[in-house]
């Protein structure tokens, strides 16, 4: 706009107007349009705040546009890529070799036991009558390009809406848990990487039990967000992180990452899934479906449990009377 | 309209060519590399930083807002996050361009750092308004990338001028 100012007053100026009062005009102009982009950029970030969702149809809408070409682009990349790995594994081969049998030794006496264990806890959950919930595999696609931006982890997913990929659905590589979906377009979705500074995920430690929070950086490895733990155990370095299946969205005993280091407070760990080398995924349902209420009426009371304590105000909705209850008023408890 | 120099051509030209290079540099940004936890340089604003030292008064703050918003849906930002970081910058250019006239390369590199680091600062402060987590050392690493790949990206827009006014 600045810039036609001399052409502009070539064409027909009025004849009170001076270049200098032209300039103050257009000064203004400026200011005002300069002071409406910021306010509208401001306002989409409010919005982007009050409502994460609004901006995803946006950028799923482009992602369509762009994973043809991610997916050019991506094949010379991945050739290389198997080229330097294949001459890598070449050069490694005896001692992986070793350490491999050593380690399949180790793996068939825990994998004795563990069929054991599995066995017994099949059997144990059929007489709890335990229902658990299944893993339900929704689309299989290929991840491949990590918009490395200063403050987003992410990468895109060859399956979208068509494919019945939603946001929030958990994404799992071969190694362990990948991230999950935050962007879907109709061919092609954006996921969450665990690096992301965002990116909060409910793990156990697989050895202790102890339950967290993995949380991104934004850099390689996740913070390990956990309670001080009564007891003597202490975290070790190898130690792997599991998903506890907390919050119902991803699914549980999935591998996540493998503390790094412990002496950091919080102790660090790096994601099994290397954000590099992300090949074929599978996107999941959410874990746990979400409950969808039907109108049932509340459990009768237990004839073998204790009194039902006849002049109690209204029938108890907590059925579930213990024999501590049964000491103190059943008002009292709601 | 055939009978029209070279020239006037260059000039319409000017008017696309600078916006159309940042939104090459954002889907760019977007390309698979194995950098799994790197970062790559802000080439859009790069891109918006260099074209103001080789030809000041181009690109308006207001065509940088659709701009800024391609970069944002491309990098999976919430939009509204370089859409507010580019016309901040040009605004300070502009407020900057009188008393920087006459500058030398080192001296341009310099007011590049500075408008690389305001950028950053700016969209820390958009995603903290967006309600996202901040990663500060990677914010920090990839304007240092930014700022280290100037030269180049002057020496191309620099480059594109001379094709595009030389015919």
């Given at each position: 706009m600045n810039d036609r100012a001399p052409l502009g007053g070539r064409?027909?100026?009025?004849?009170?107007?001076s270049f200098a009062r032209r300039d103050v005009n257009l000064a203004l102009f400026g200011a005002l349009v300069s002071g409406v982009v910021v306010a509208f950029a401001i306002l989409l970030l409010v919005l982007a705040r009050v409502?994460?969702?609004?901006?995803r149809r946006v950028r799923g809408a482009v992602l369509d546009i762009i994973s043809p070409l991610v997916a050019v682009a991506a094949a010379p990349v991945k050739a290389a890529r198997a080229v330097i790995d294949r001459v890598g594994e070449h050069l490694t081969t005896v001692e992986r070799n070793r350490a491999l049998e050593a380690e399949i030794r180790a793996a068939r006496a825990a994998a004795a036991r563990a069929a054991a264990l599995e066995a017994e806890v099949a059997r144990l959950e059929a007489l709890l009558k335990l229902r658990r919930p299944e893993r339900r595999l929704v689309a299989a696609g290929v991840a491949s390009a990590?918009?490395?931006?200063?403050s987003v982890r992410a990468a895109t997913l060859s399956v979208g809406a068509r494919d019945g990929v939603a946001p929030r659905m958990p994404v799992i590589a071969p190694q362990g848990l990948a991230g999950r979906v935050t962007d879907v377009g109709l061919t092609a979705s954006r996921m969450m990487l665990?690096?992301?500074?965002?990116s909060r995920v409910p793990v156990?430690?697989?050895?202790?039990?102890w339950t967290g929070i993995a949380q991104?950086?934004?850099?390689p490895e996740l913070l390990f967000q956990h309670d001080p733990q009564p007891g003597g155990d202490t975290l070790a370095v190898g130690d792997r992180l599991v998903t506890s299946g907390d919050g119902g969205l991803f699914p549980p005993d999935v591998p996540v990452a493998v503390i790094?280091?412990?002496?950091a407070s919080p102790p660090r760990a790096r994601p099994f899934v290397r954000a590099a080398a992300l090949g074929p995924v599978m996107v999941e349902a959410p874990w746990l479906p979400p409950a969808d209420p039907v109108p049932v009426p509340p459990a009768p009371d237990e004839a073998d449990l204790g009194a039902p304590s006849p002049p109690a105000t209204g029938p108890a909705p907590a059925a579930t009377a213990t024999p501590a209850a049964t000491a103190t008023p059943a008002g009292a408890r709601r | 309209m055939a009978g029209l120099s070279r020239r006037p051509v260059a000039r319409q030209a000017l008017a696309v060519v600078p916006a159309a290079t940042l939104v090459g540099g954002a889907l760019l940004s977007a390309l698979p590399l194995p950098l799994g936890a790197g970062a790559l340089p802000n080439l859009p604003l790069l891109l918006l930083i260099a074209w103001a030292a080789v030809?000041?008064?181009?690109?308006p703050p207001w065509v940088l807002v659709p701009v800024g918003l391609v970069q944002d849906a491309v990098a999976g930002l919430p939009l509204g996050v370089m859409a507010l970081v580019l016309p901040v910058v040009r605004l300070a250019i502009a407020a900057g361009e009188d008393r920087m006239t006459m500058r030398g390369f080192p001296e341009g590199w310099a007011a590049a750092a500075a408008l690389v680091m305001l950028g950053a600062a700016v969209e820390a402060l958009a995603l903290l308004l967006a309600g996202r987590a901040l990663a500060p050392a990677s914010l920090l690493l990839q304007a240092a990338l930014t700022i280290l790949l100037y030269p180049a990206v002057l020496g191309f827009v620099a480059g594109l001028i001379r094709r595009l006014t030389d015919g």
């Open positions: 064409i027909g100026t009025p004849r009170r107007t409502d994460p969702e609004q901006g990590s918009a490395a931006t200063g665990l690096t992301d500074p965002n156990k430690v697989e050895r202790l039990g991104g950086t934004g850099g790094t280091d412990t002496a | 030809v000041p008064r181009l690109l």
